[in-house]
Nanobody, 122 residues
Framework: QLVQAGLGSVPADGSLLLTCAAT????????MAWVRRAPGKVFEVVAK???????TYADSVKGRFTISQDKAKLAVYLQMSGLKPEDSAMYYC??????????????????WGQGSQVTVAS
């Protein structure tokens, strides 16, 4: 199970930190990701990190968002800065055993957090 914290409404160009913690280890090899859903928009994997520390970002957030993990705490974080109104969405922490290669769809992840609404005012 994944438990998220952090949500809110921020002004444009603001910052926000999302956190996610697993209640138990997922697997010796795992992929953790932050994804988002917004009305009328395509599901998007914003950032993902695997057990080896390999990180991938969506082009839409490169240079603005940072994903990190703390293996000891079974936690993964998403530091968002330079937020734009188009970043407004429900953000989910998602996880799965195995690496992150080609995990771009909802069906590619087995575990989900409860979601965090992020609203960026224009």
């Amino acid at each position: 199970q994944l438990v998220q914290a952090g949500l809110g409404s921020v002004p444009a160009d603001g910052s926000l930190l999302l956190t996610c913690a697993a209640t138990r280890p997922i697997a010796s090899s795992s992929c953790m990701a932050w994804v988002r859903r917004a009305p009328g928009k395509v599901f998007e994997v914003v950032a993902k990190v695997d057990s080896e520390g390999m990180i991938t970002y969506a082009d839409s957030v490169k240079g603005r968002f940072t994903i990190s993990q703390d293996k000891a705490k079974l936690a993964v974080y998403l530091q968002m800065s330079g937020l734009k109104p188009e970043d407004s969405a429900m953000y989910y922490c998602a996880g799965s055993g195995g690496n992150c290669y080609r995990r771009e769809k909802e069906r590619d992840f087995a575990l989900w957090g409860q979601g965090s609404q992020v609203t960026v005012a224009s």
